[in-house]
């Protein structure tokens, strides 16, 4: 019988930055079905100061994948064994994650539906087919109804908070904040260079607003270049912020203008609305944000999806997926988002 007074629960996503965050809602089910189980998260390192306040996770079982190893994989799957789960449940699926999952010495194995084969399917043919995002699929592996209370969530500290608004003192309390997250981890899904440099000018000239810039390393460049027209109105972090800071800088900002990208996840789970555009992707893969308030613009062409996950270049020739989306189409998105914020 598994419903014991310290049933143990090993959940298992090693990345990417907000795929880890949309697994949120399934912690807080596990722990609205089994209050009394111990809930574990195993994760890559880089991401565990996400979840370090998080009340559902009882412990953070933290894995450095840069150094990865046989021998380091091999000491956490015998760390995983020794600890007798009676779940595991993977959410990744990937090699590493299914050596876990079946060697982990679990009583009953649970692994998500990633709905491979549709989302190819969909590339193939660039038809769009129905398939549950990716939150509920991630609650699929625990039995039970799901519910709307179930949110991607990142719980903060008030001090925490606190230093943020510290740290932007020279902006006026006033002043509605936009985050400008501009980059993705493939050039198709990147807006050109020439609407993110309009946007960014007419939210600060036109309308005066102010932007928090962010961004990884890689994308420092692109964001000097949208940035070199500005006047001081505007915050740089790109390549400056660990994902816990990323999170804070995002739970300050109104709204957040941004690809489709793991800072799009992460902005919802710390309850700001998100303006997206989707290019190659669709949002009938299940990644769109997770969230009422926000939306996604998109133009419905014969050509999308046109890959899984991004590419380097326009297979077509054209990019014209983010091309035909309008500067000011995004903006009035912006301003119709803040003044709901």
């Not at 111990?38 to 559902?56: A, C, E, G, I």
């Not at 998500?112 to 084969?117: A, L």
Request: net charge positive.
């Amino acid at each position: 019988m598994l419903y014991i007074f310290r049933m143990r629960i090993l959940v298992v996503r090693f990345s990417a930055l907000g795929d880890v965050v949309l697994v949120t809602p399934l912690f807080q089910k596990i722990k609205a079905r089994y209050p009394k189980c111990h809930l574990d998260f195993l994760t890559d390192m880089k991401f565990q100061s996400l979840f370090s306040n998080d009340p559902h996770i009882d412990s953070i079982i933290p894995y450095n994948i840069a150094e990865e190893t046989p021998a380091n994989l091999l000491r956490l799957i015998g760390k995983i064994r020794g600890r007798n789960y009676d779940y595991i449940i993977d959410v990744h699926l990937i090699p590493r994650s299914l050596l876990i999952l079946f060697l982990g010495k679990a009583i009953v194995r649970r692994r998500i539906n990633k709905y491979t084969r549709q989302r190819r399917r969909m590339v193939a043919s660039c038809k769009q087919e129905k398939i549950p995002h990716v939150v509920d699929r991630y609650l699929e592996t625990i039995n039970g109804k799901n519910s709307n209370r179930y949110r991607p969530k990142i719980y903060f500290e008030e001090w925490e908070i606190e230093e943020i608004r510290k740290g932007m003192n020279g902006i006026k309390d006033s002043r509605k904040i936009v985050g400008f997250s501009p980059g993705a981890s493939k050039k198709t899904k990147i807006w050109e260079i020439d609407k993110l440099r309009k946007l960014a000018q007419s939210l600060i000239f036109d309308h005066e607003l102010f932007i928090i810039f962010l961004g990884n390393k890689n994308e420092i460049p692109l964001i000097a270049e949208i940035s070199k027209a500005l006047d001081s109105r505007f915050l740089n972090l790109a390549g400056k912020t660990d994902p816990r800071q990323l999170a804070l800088y995002l739970h300050a900002c109104d709204v957040l203008f941004t690809t489709d990208s793991g800072p799009m996840h992460i902005a919802v789970a710390a309850g700001t609305p998100v303006v997206a555009v989707f290019g190659p992707t669709v949002e009938a893969f299940g990644f769109s944000p997770y969230d009422e308030r926000s939306v996604v613009i998109s133009k419905q062409l014969p050509c999308r999806p046109c890959s899984l996950h991004g590419r380097d270049s326009c297979p077509l020739g054209h990019h014209n997926c983010l091309k035909l989306i309008d500067v000011n189409e995004v903006k009035d998105m912006i301003l119709g988002c803040l003044k709901v914020v």
